[in-house]
């Protein structure tokens, strides 16, 4: 009877009963980041090692060179690839900013304030969380199209702008706080504005975190708006341009090393703000309940 | 007033990219429309073509994209729930680093990852899985492996399975570090035996928003992650349609063949499935029991 503890999730130290536990996990760890890995040391290997036969997987002798070239690629696409990176970087930048802007104005009238079509709100919300962008790829266009928006960087903003998970997990971050904190503010005599921006925002920086990262994934990964609403090259951005270098790479040699290099500098940033702000987008998750 | 003002920048963006399209996908798929001509209202026409006369359709989408979707959806919802209780397991440094590990593919989108997955699976002799398999003795001659119609949906899976611990993965690993502790020395004390039983019993129902969040976003993602077979295989339609799931056939008819309409009713259908799968989903996790 006694000889059962629970499991207990969330040890604080390390005892031997989690070895079987690290074996597995660090070996599927390994599995899991090989392709990863591979991705490094392919962008890093210079021309003669990418088709040694065999094939290495480690790089022997790294070199930048792949990134020189891809700078360089300007015989096949008139356009400099720094052309495509500030594209991405402009619309990734102002997809973030705004998109957190606007959930998080939402999320916390939602959650508190009273007014009519708040329930309708939500619930489709909650019904938008099950959409397939894709599914309505071809109203959407229309739509930009009417707006005026192809062939146009807002083009590949604003449509990314309403993030239905970004407001879900805001808004159930925001019930979190206490009605009594709001009360006593708006007591003391603070308009909704200083109360959201005074009160609110301290409180669900982890939520906001947590919508940033989604967001710079969506968009800064976001090959669609290139694809479908832009036909000028120069508007295009460097996900998107990524796939130029990808496609038919079976047969193709030379753009190996530097679809690799590509590949790498879509990466990189990904992975240096989820590692910057992890622990916030955990704290968020836990609340991410539906209700 | 005030109100108004917090959420009308999200419902005004809502309205037209969410709703407003849904809408018009819905009244398209009522008419024919080639994006030259104003769409020409033709009743059901499209859905009785997409039931009776679209072979490919009924033929290789459907049955592919049933096939893609029981496998990933379910396989990897399984998967980051059972990653997420082993990570809950061990303490926090490790789990920090290796969570990272896990998810770090799901950082990338899978266009960024084709490089990769497209030199692994390189159709000559220097291709990394020919050349592994060359050597063992598997195989004598090197296989195309992205063209070839018997591996490609093998490769999609795997490789989207690889991709999947997404947004639904963090949420179950933060729900299980959230339960109570207490909760489990009340199970042992009522009777709870084994691991199993403390996870289906304790661990499961005390995170279930967690689990029916992971659930929806697993559905969406699952649907979301077709269009990897077009990347894999750099061709819309796929080889011998071996890898043409429901987003692909949209496309193809859509942006390829501007049958605008008739590309609309196959999203309505999309739509429909999605909407109904989280609908269940729903059943299963929502808090009354």
């Given amino acids: 009877m006694s000889s059962f503890h629970g499991s207990k999730a ?73 052309r495509f990176l500030f594209n991405s970087i402009v619309m990734t930048g102002s997809v973030v900013v705004l998109s957190i802007v606007i959930s998080a104005m939402a999320g916390f009238a939602l959650s508190k304030m009273q007014f009519k079509s708040k329930k309708i709100i939500f619930e489709a919300n909650i019904i938008a969380l099950m959409f397939v962008p894709a599914s309505v790829a071809i109203p959407r266009y229309l739509i930009v199209n009417e707006l005026g928006l192809t062939d146009n ?36 005599g603070a308009t909704n504005f200083i109360i959201f921006r005074k009160v609110v925002i301290p409180v669900i920086m982890p939520a906001l975190a947590t919508v940033a990262i989604l967001a710079f994934q969506m968009a800064w990964n976001n090959t669609e708006t290139s694809e479908i609403y832009m036909n000028k090259e120069t508007l295009r951005t460097f996900a998107f341009y990524m796939t130029t270098l990808t496609g038919n790479l079976e047969n193709k040699v030379a753009g190996q090393g530097i679809a690799a290099a590509a590949a790498l500098i879509m990466f990189v940033p990904n992975l240096i703000i989820f590692v910057f702000l992890q622990s916030r987008v955990m704290d968020t998750m836990a609340h991410s309940g539906l209700k | 007033m005030d109100a108004m003002m917090f959420v009308g920048p999200f419902v005004v963006m809502f309205t037209i990219f969410i709703v407003i399209p ?5 009244y398209l798929s009522f008419t024919y429309f080639n994006t030259v001509e104003a769409p020409v209202f033709i009743g059901l026409k499209n859905y009785v073509n997409l039931l009776t006369q679209d072979n490919v359709f009924m033929m290789y989408v459907l049955p592919n994209t049933f096939k893609f979707s029981l496998l990933v959806g379910p396989g990897g919802y399984i998967l980051s729930f059972f990653l997420a209780w082993l990570l809950s397991q061990i303490s926090r440094k490790p789990r920090s680093l290796l969570t990272l590990a896990i998810y770090s593919p799901s ?96 661990t499961i129902p005390s995170m279930k928003p967690q689990m029916l969040f992971g659930a929806v976003m697993a559905v969406v993602g699952t649907f979301q992650a077709g269009d990897i077979g077009v990347q894999l295989s750099g061709a819309n339609p796929t080889p011998q349609y071996s890898g043409q799931v429901i987003i692909n056939h949209i496309q193809d008819y859509g942006f390829i063949r501007y049958d605008m309409g008739y590309a609309s009713a ?18 299963l996790f929502s808090e009354k029991d």
Wanted: with cysteine; glycine share 4%; hydrophobic share 55%.
């Fill in chain 1, 153 to 188: 960087m807002l083009g590949h903003i604003i449509p990314l702008l309403a993030m239905p998970v970004g407001l879900f997990l805001i808004k159930q971050f925001v019930d979190q706080i206490p009605n009594d904190m709001i009360e006593a503010a708006s007591m003391d």
């Fill in chain 2, 22 to 26: 849904v809408l018009v996908a819905i």
């Fill in chain 1, 10 to 82: 969330n040890p604080t130290r390390f005892h031997r009963s989690q070895i079987k536990y690290y074996l597995f996990l660090i070996l599927l760890a390994v599995f899991m980041i090989l392709p990863i890995v591979f991705m490094f040391s392919q962008a890093l290997k210079p021309l003669n090692e990418l088709f040694l036969y065999p094939p290495r997987f480690l790089v022997e002798n790294p070199t930048f060179k792949n990134f020189y070239d891809l700078m360089n690629v300007t015989s096949v696409t008139v356009i400099p690839m720094t």
């Fill in chain 2, 266 to 283: 196959v999203s309505v259908v999309l739509l429909i499935i999605v909407y109904g799968l989280s609908k269940i989903c729903w059943r």
């Fill in chain 2, 107 to 202: 950082m990338t989108a899978a266009v960024a990852m084709a490089v990769v997955w497209l030199v692994v699976f390189s159709g000559d002799a220097a291709g990394y899985l020919n050349n592994f398999l060359i050597n063992l003795g598997v195989i004598n001659d090197p296989i195309q492996w992205t063209q070839s119609p018997h591996y490609l949906m093998y490769i999609m899976i795997a490789v989207t399975l690889w991709n999947s611990m997404g947004v639904g993965f963090l949420a179950m690993l933060a729900g299980i570090l959230n339960i109570n502790q207490e909760l489990y020395e009340a199970g042992s004390i009522d009777g709870i035996k084994n691991r199993l039983q403390e996870v289906w019993y304790i």
